[in-house]
């Protein structure tokens, strides 16, 4: 069973059980004295900061560029990052970032009438998306259930008993000296209403139905007296859009009907929109608690289904994040209980985000790659002004981190000057296109914002005295080259990853010119400045470098990857058309890890996706265990250090296990690439790969068994090391017309056939 269930309350925020729906979300904690929801809505962000701007920079940018071209790179970060880094982070007259926070809207309490407990447990079904906890007291038995409702949109927690009870229900919010609030309470509602100074308005409210017994108002909460059951509805709005709070509010209550039939309608509608991809491996249940799981995985024990139900874990926090919602998961999903969140629980753009969308594509959740897109084109109209004001550049440039404003002015100081972030969004619009192969969005919304990248590139690039266009400033995120002087030297001259992302943003915008027929001399002039793109270098000891030269590193253990992009999530290194640069890319990452590396949760995440791309399964597998082991709490929530609830590690973990079974760079189709020693049987079905294919197969023994591969557009299937290895027929049983090239088997496929891939007898 798809389950985390535990015999204990949750002892903190992270160790509880999340609910969600993309628009709201709750934390619940199952305390038996106290139950608590931590609510949550995805636009409640403070607001104060809406309309912030750039200060116009562009002007010392030739400045700053003759420093770093000339090596003087200690002055050239001073400057840069006084020209171009914004007010936040580490600058000098330690100034606030203008990122608005993300914040609690509140909690609803209750606090039953009655003495110890016993016989508890808590859990949560990932299929139906519902929490219980139950447990005996004073020989009655309580249970509690909770769902994010996926069809009224509401957080509903039902209470129940054997016996009519009774007890105290009150919404509370932590003390904050920038809120105002006020609050209502009626015969059968709470509500809770918050002005934050100088930015939005919020609503909560709760509206009681009990069956049986009596409500009534006690003071600022409600007294609920020998209930048998009760069905609390909690709606939450924002003044963020046309609606008030309280519109918002009576658009979340839900139809007048029975829990049972509420509930069941919620797992309907949360199966529905679960997508068709199932991963099944046969590994023993062990039969402990999650938390109990998780302390021997700790203490070196093997659990073979821990990393799936890992998996499974990550695919239901991305569904709760993102159903529907707006906005992209931020740095905590959806479920933050603090009026400081750690880095505002922003929008970053170096990594974080990037990585809670990666397993979208393939789970077939295009919802949530929906909010990421939305993301994207909400800030177009600013990051144009912003590449004007800071760069005096064409196109758009977005920031390394920001909120759901849509605003792009460099918040980080020490990190802020880096122009690769609208590069590396904009990864995810190509994908949705090559899983798709849907031209009619490539038209409309993916190459609309290509080309705005390749704008900023075209006017961003400088040649050299050698005729190289160099990118300068540069960065390599959010790593430094010397840590000398007031601050950290970070910028420089085409750090590794700004190439690759160069390279990908224009290869991107060419190709979907190409595919559009459009825009030839833009086609010329993209073709041209890729052939002048500096090369990727390659150190002493053969790894690929992180600069454009061998520097000495200060951390060589460094969290980020960022050099290694272009091997994953890129598709730029490959074992095939760039042997050399594979290699390399596999040394700088086994040095980094030697060195200590992957010391976070989502850093050690993208160490088990690498290796995974690397084909290697026994170091996926072994990041992937670490990952569960180091970096999650009692409720496999991702941590980064020193104890901070950070989503992205269980988004991340997820695509790793995705990698190790299928990948499909380039639309080739790479069957069981990393499957992992621990995982010798299992079956996956409805998984999508690029290339435009739905696909379903099965290993035994560690070895494919066969594929079902259904195309949802023409073109060519390519199954990478299947030459002379398998037969292809289609639904008919009749053989289909192969080719082979080196280790790839080729086949003509037509949208809306399916075609099986079969071991062939006389080679297996």
Not at 363 to 386: D, M, N, S
Not at 391 to 414: A, H, K, L, N
Not at 572 to 596: C, K, N
Request: charged letters at 20%; aromatic letters at 8%; proline letters at 6%.
């Amino acid at each position: 069973m798809n389950r985390l269930w535990y015999t204990t309350p949750a002892a903190e925020y992270m160790a509880g059980l999340p609910v969600g729906n993309g628009r709201l979300a709750a934390m619940v904690l199952g305390d038996p004295a106290c139950e608590r929801l931590a609510l949550n809505h995805e636009w409640l962000w403070r607001g104060c900061q809406r309309w912030r701007e750039c200060t116009p920079a562009a002007h010392l940018l030739p400045g700053v560029r003759q420093l770093l071209l000339s090596g003087d790179l200690a002055e050239g970060t001073r400057q840069g990052d006084l020209a171009f880094g914004g007010p936040g982070g580490g600058h000098p007259e330690h100034a606030e970032n203008r990122v608005d926070p993300y914040l609690p809207a509140g909690d609803l309490c209750f606090r039953p009438d009655h003495g110890p407990v016993t016989d508890y447990r808590r859990e949560l079904d990932l299929d139906r998306a519902v929490v219980t906890i139950s447990y005996s007291a004073d020989g009655n038995r309580f249970r509690r259930e909770v769902i994010a409702d996926c069809c009224s949109g509401a957080i509903l927690l039902h209470l129940s008993a054997t016996q009519p009870f009774s007890g105290r229900l009150t919404l509370e919010r932590k003390a904050d000296p920038e809120c105002f609030l006020t609050r209502q309470v009626a015969d059968s509602a709470l509500a809770l209403d918050g002005q934050f100074h100088g930015g939005i308005a919020f609503r909560v409210e709760a509206n009681v139905r009990p069956g049986r017994g009596t409500v009534r108002v006690d003071g600022d909460g409600l007294r609920l007296e020998q209930v048998r059951e009760v069905l609390i509805a909690i709606a939450i709005g924002t003044s963020v859009g046309t609606r008030s709070p309280a519109e918002e509010c009576r658009d979340q209550r839900p139809d007048a009907v029975s829990w049972k039939a509420l509930k069941k309608d919620h797992a309907c509608a949360w199966r529905e929109e679960r997508g068709r991809a199932e991963v099944k491996v046969r590994v023993k249940d062990p039969g402990l608690p999650t938390d109990a799981r998780i302390r021997q995985a700790r203490a070196g024990q093997a659990d073979a289904g821990l990393p799936l139900l890992y998996f499974e874990y990550g695919r239901y926090l991305l569904q709760a994040s993102t159903l529907r919602g707006d906005l992209p998961p931020n740095l905590q999903g959806r479920w933050n209980e603090d009026l400081n969140p750690p880095w505002q629980s922003d929008l970053h753009h170096d990594i974080n985000l990037q990585m809670n969308l990666w397993p979208a594509e393939a789970l077939g959740l295009e919802y949530a790659a929906e909010t990421l897109f939305r993301h994207i084109e909400r800030q177009v109209p600013h990051g144009r002004k912003a590449a004007h004001d800071l760069y005096c550049c064409q196109g758009v440039w977005f920031p390394i981190q920001t909120d759901p404003w849509g605003r792009c002015t460099p918040e980080s100081f020490g990190w802020a000057v880096w122009i690769g972030a609208a590069a590396w969004l904009t990864q995810h619009v190509w994908w949705h296109y090559e899983f798709t192969l849907d031209v009619e969005f490539l038209r409309d919304r993916a190459y609309p914002i290509l080309r705005e990248v390749a704008a900023f590139y075209e006017s961003y690039l400088v040649a050299d005295a050698d005729g190289v266009l160099q990118i300068v400033p540069s960065q390599s995120p959010e790593n430094r080259i010397e840590g000398g002087g007031p601050y950290p030297v970070t910028l420089c001259v085409s750090a590794a990853m700004d190439v690759q992302l160069a390279q990908d943003a224009l290869s991107r915008a060419l190709r979907s010119a190409e595919i559009l027929g459009v825009d030839a001399p833009c086609q010329a002039r993209w073709r041209a400045l890729l052939a002048k793109l500096p090369p990727h270098q390659v150190g002493s000891a053969g790894q690929l470098l992180e600069w454009n030269r061998e520097y000495q590193e200060v951390e060589p253990q460094h969290r980020h990857l960022s050099h290694l992009y272009g091997l994953f999530p890129g598709d730029l290194f490959d074992p095939d058309r760039t042997p050399g640069l594979w290699q390399a890319a596999r040394v700088a990452l086994d040095r980094r890890l030697a060195a200590g590396g992957g010391h976070t949760g989502w850093s050690r995440s993208w160490v088990a996706c690498l290796y995974a791309r690397l084909g290697d399964s026994a170091k996926a597998w072994e990041h992937l265990v670490h990952l569960i082991g180091d970096f999650a709490t009692d409720s496999l929530l991702d941590l980064h250090p020193p104890r901070i609830f950070q989503i992205d590690g269980n988004f991340g973990g997820t695509a790793a296990v995705l990698e190790m079974l299928l990948q499909s760079y380039h639309g080739e189709l790479h069957f069981l690439p990393a499957l992992p020693a621990a995982w010798p049987q299992g079956q996956v079905s409805g998984l999508r790969a690029r290339g435009g294919f739905v696909v379903d197969f099965s290993w035994r023994k560690g070895r494919l068994e066969g594929a079902l591969i259904t195309a949802t557009a023409n073109g060519l299937c390519t199954v990478l090391h299947g030459a002379g290895r398998y037969l292809v027929t289609d639904e008919e049983g009749r053989p289909v017309r192969t080719t082979t090239v080196g280790h790839r088997l080729r086949f003509r496929a037509k949208a809306g056939r399916s075609y099986l891939l079969a071991a062939d007898s006389l080679t297996a």
